[in-house]
Structures are given as C-alpha cells and as structure tokens.
C-alpha cells in the first residue's frame, strides 16, 4: 500500500500539485491571523441571527417595536448566510465559531486553487498552469476575502466549479457527436 502512494508521488504534476497547495496553506494562515475578523458583526450577524432565532432569512423589522414584521433580504446573497447558519448547529463560542467558518473558508479556497489549476490545465502547459494558479493564489484581495465574513470565497469556488464543470460538459459533448 505504501508503495502504491509512493508511486503515485512520483508523479511530478502531483507532487507540485501538492506544494501549491502547501504554500496556499501557509500564505492563508498568517493573513487570517493578522487580517482575519474576530467576531459576525453588520449585515451577516442579521442575517444568522434572523435565521436563528425567527427561523427566516430577513435582514430589518418594519416596526421594530412590534417584532413581528420582518423585511426580507433582497441585497445580499442568500447562500452563504445559509453556510453560515449551517455552523450555528455547532454550538460554539462565537470566537471557535468565527475560526470554524474562516477555517472552512481557507479549504474552499485551497480547492480553489487546484480547480483554478485544472481549469488551466486544460487550455496551457502544466508549467505555465502552475505558475498562473500561484498567481491566483497570491492574489492579494483573495487572500484577504479568505478572512473576511464575506462571501467572496464561496462565489469563486462555486463560480470556479461551475466554469469546470461546463467546459468539461462541453468537451464530452464533442467527443459524443464525434
């Protein structure tokens, strides 16, 4: 078994794979400890907390006085108050809670990465693909996204699937009417 898995590190494609994700790992980590946000405050805190407690994704009362009336969210993306209130059901202190959610964020990012990679792979040379995904990687506003309580991390990967998912469609597609 172990020297199956060594096998397959020898692979070289696999085993630079495997350093970007590394180095995105150990890019992230520092950003999040000195930039990353400490507590779920502004709009995603309403929204969580709306979903929490009144079981409905609102972000305002219409008359707060009464508490019943709640205005729905029509401005900000609904997903990812739902991953959000997803690790609710954890139970956490709210700075294990903060740290959970920015964890789970730097592992989309890192898939990310290695989507970003695949979708290169594709169109480029394996070196030229290496190099653009730790560009993407070290780009300094996703790096800072990664965190933030912002739902930039979870709109590039699902965008990034998405891409990939698509082109790989439309490549079977080909190989069908062929």
Known sequence: MYLNNYQYLKNKETVKLILLILFSLLIRIP?????????LDNEWGVLVNNLII????????????LDKFLLPNVWMPPLYA?????????????????QLILSSQIFL????????????????????SFFGSLLFSLFPLYLYACGQ???VTLQVFLTLLFTSLAIIMMQSGKRIKQ
């Not at 009144?54 to 006085?65: K, S």
């Not at 739902?82 to 903060?98: K, V, W």
């Open 149 to 151: 309580i912002s739902s």
């Open 109 to 128: 990012s890192l898939l990310s990465v290695v989507v970003f990679y695949k979708i290169n792979k594709l169109f480029f040379s394996q070196q030229i």
């Open 54 to 65: 009144n079981q409905t994704l609102a972000f305002d009362y219409l008359d707060p006085a």
């Open 31 to 39: 950003v999040i400890l000195i930039f990353g946000d400490s507590n």
């Open 82 to 98: 739902y991953y959000l209130y997803f690790f609710s059901f954890f139970n956490l202190e709210q700075q294990q809670y903060i």
